[in-house]
């Protein structure tokens, strides 16, 4: 079936395409129809390439039919499969989610602008993550920072307009970096292709611009991941977006970054540079461990709740960089794991912060006083999603930390250091939700606030169905996991 | 003079560095953006310098045995000038939103009166 055959390439285009017939349409509410409509089909795409992939392997295809070298190839394994259903999944959630809070936070006017801007995010984020060509990451990259500037800028107050300025000249400087690193490799190997770069890495005698370029290809990448101490950019960013592209954002911006990163570092320097782990591991782990405990600290003393969410994922990318800093099957997985569950419980946080902000408007903790009374259904699921957060057994993130405790015990002596620290971090996150859940449920409203609602139930039922999800995988962990393990063997197993 | 024979090599991290110069120590955000522009420009010289092959032709085959430059990081950074031109246009374009919601265009003015706020 030709359908079925170019299913890959449809992850792109369908967006792609979709964004200037979105940006066309009349009113709010046909390009939103249009969006979600779009993301429905790419989730439903993502779904069937899983499908695929987990039965015959990798797919690889071939754009324009032109043979790999030459060609652009796509190249579709588990962890892309993964990042594919993060994607599509946090874009159709949020958007379901969105309508109104789109149509209230947003300021550019007609808002299809604001669709067809979307769209292209979407399109850029999941061809960074289906494509086999240096290259093309950097095209896709750019589409999708591009996009992701506008939407940003497109958020309520003044204060997303710097917020958006500093996130320009950072990623512009990220994306840059990852180009000159490409540069480098292409003048060392003469192929843009990552399988076929791979290879030729083996016979380059002259390693110094092999090294540089790694060099400049993962700070790039970590700015672009806004990993610490590179984050600056993110926390005003979050707070300053309109609350459903926080949504989209936290889950999966940042961790498409860290894929490449992970892909580029683990499945093509690894392989072929020596000394690249021991550098990789030595360069990453230290941030790692500081971003949890510093992330942490700094969310405890934020009084906005967007903001506190955003220190809090600085942290919890560092699990993630953590899981892939120590370089064995057991924590790769990990980290692919709490990427997914970081994706899921970060996802429904701010499915719920919008809903607070949609009745409250405003995200500061003061103001949301009381509200665990008014809105008792919105904060129940926040709350669920934040003993995720947390860590609490039968969450989704009780699970992800868990291995990643095991794979901290492989490493010995050393090890209990490491689980010390995942430990510290996640007492400091208990600190920093309790202060929210404390503020919610046992402080009085505020003096002349006004009346709120409950959130209605199109708005509940996007959030509740992310912190289920958060419960399912607490539970029935096994499917995200053996995706994980798979993908993680993929990348040590040497094949890119 | 060994060092003169990668010439192009101390020109992109001399314009590279001034534009980051630029990026950090200018306040005004247009400067920012011209340094960002800068970096941009070194980053365009060094792929289009690598693919130069001394004695080398336009890839044009005419059936006679000649040595030929690269013509791809050429292709490659005239992509890279268009997503260039397309950051630096959005950017210029937040300038101006930003002159008209904080009336200034100095870094230290807009995160002050942001802090105000």
């Given at each position: 079936?030709?359908?079925?055959?170019?299913?890959?390439?449809?992850?792109?285009?369908?967006?792609?395409?979709?964004?200037?017939?979105?940006?066309?349409?009349?009113?709010?509410?046909?390009?939103?129809?249009?969006?979600?409509?779009?993301?429905?089909?790419?989730?439903?795409?993502?779904?069937t390439l899983a499908l695929q992939v987990a039965a015959t392997g990798t797919i690889a295809y071939e754009l324009g039919g032109w043979p790999v070298p030459y060609g652009i190839g796509l190249h579709i394994d588990n962890f892309s499969s993964l990042m594919l259903l993060?994607?599509?999944?946090?874009?159709?959630?949020?958007l379901l989610h969105g309508k109104p809070v789109i149509d209230k936070e947003v300021q550019s006017r007609p808002v299809s602008l604001f669709y067809g801007a979307w769209?292209?995010?979407v399109a850029g984020l999941a061809g960074m993550v289906i494509t086999g060509d240096a290259f093309n990451v950097f095209v896709f990259m750019e589409i999708s920072s591009l996009a992701t500037y506008v939407l940003i800028a497109a958020g309520p107050t003044r204060t997303a307009l710097s917020a958006v300025f500093k996130y320009i000249i950072m990623g512009s400087i990220g994306a840059m970096f990852y180009l000159i690193g490409v540069g480098l490799v292409y003048m060392m190997t003469g192929t843009l292709n990552m399988a076929d770069m791979t290879e030729r890495l083996h016979g380059v005698d002259d390693v110094?611009?092999?090294?540089?370029?790694?060099g400049f290809i993962t700070v790039g990448l970590l700015l672009k991941a806004a990993i610490f101490p590179l984050h600056a950019w993110m926390p005003n960013a979050y707070a300053a977006a309109p609350s459903t592209v926080a949504v989209f954002l936290a889950a999966c911006s940042t961790?498409?970054?860290?894929?490449?990163l992970i892909r580029f570092d683990l499945g093509i320097f690894q392989p072929s540079l020596e000394g690249h782990d021991i550098q990789f591991s030595a360069f990453l782990m230290p941030f790692a461990l500081v971003a949890m405990i510093a992330g942490s600290l700094i969310a405890i003393f934020e009084k906005d709740l967007k903001r506190l969410l955003a220190f809090s994922s600085v942290a919890q990318l560092g699990y993630i960089v953590l899981g892939a800093s120590l370089l064995t099957a057991a924590g790769m997985s990990a980290g692919i794991l709490h990427l997914f569950n970081h994706a899921l419980m970060k996802a429904a946080l701010f499915l719920a912060v919008g809903s607070l902000?949609?009745?409250?408007g405003s995200a500061k903790?003061?103001?949301?006083?009381?509200?665990?009374?008014?809105?008792?259904?919105?904060?129940?699921?926040?709350?669920?999603?934040?003993?995720?957060?947390?860590?609490?057994?039968l969450t989704a993130g009780f699970i992800s930390k868990w291995?990643?405790?095991?794979?901290?015990?492989?490493?010995?002596?050393?090890?209990?250091?490491?689980?010390?620290?995942?430990?510290?971090?996640?007492?400091?996150?208990?600190?920093?939700?309790?202060?929210?859940?404390?503020?919610a449920y046992f402080r009085p409203a505020p003096e002349g606030a006004p009346a709120v609602k409950e959130a209605p139930w199109y708005l509940l039922a996007p959030t509740w169905a992310l912190a289920g999800l958060n419960i399912y995988f607490g539970l029935a962990a096994n499917a995200p996991y053996g995706l994980a393990a798979r993908a993680a063997a993929d990348l040590l197993g040497g094949g890119a | 003079m060994a060092w003169l024979g990668i010439l192009n090599y101390w020109i992109f991290v001399l314009l590279l560095m001034t534009g980051m110069y630029a990026i950090v120590a200018k306040g005004n955000l247009i400067k920012k953006l011209i340094g960002l522009g800068i970096c941009q420009s070194a980053v365009f010289l060094l792929f289009i310098s690598m693919g130069k092959v001394v004695g080398g032709t336009a890839p044009i085959l005419d059936g006679s045995d000649r040595a030929y430059s690269s013509p791809l990081p050429q292709v490659l950074i005239l992509t890279a000038i268009v997503v260039g031109i397309s950051t630096m246009a959005l950017a210029l374009a937040v300038v101006v939103r930003i002159k008209e919601s904080f009336g200034s265009i100095e870094e230290a003015d807009v995160y002050g009166k942001e802090a105000e706020a």
């Open positions: 079936m030709i359908a079925a055959h170019h299913l890959p390439v449809l992850q792109v285009v369908l967006p792609l395409v979709a964004a200037p017939l979105a940006v066309l349409c009349p009113g709010a509410r046909a390009p939103w129809m249009a969006a979600v409509f779009v993301s429905l089909a790419a989730f439903a795409v993502a779904v993060l994607i599509t999944g946090a874009s159709l959630a949020a769209l292209l995010a110094v611009p092999v090294l540089a370029a790694a961790k498409v970054a860290l894929y490449v902000v949609y009745r409250y903790l003061a103001d949301l006083a009381g509200a665990g009374r008014t809105m008792p259904w919105t904060m129940a699921a926040f709350t669920l999603a934040a003993l995720s957060l947390v860590g609490v057994p291995y990643l405790v095991l794979a901290a015990m492989e490493e010995g002596t050393f090890g209990w250091f490491l689980i010390a620290v995942i430990l510290a971090s996640s007492l400091l996150a208990v600190i920093y939700v309790w202060r929210v859940i404390e503020t | -």
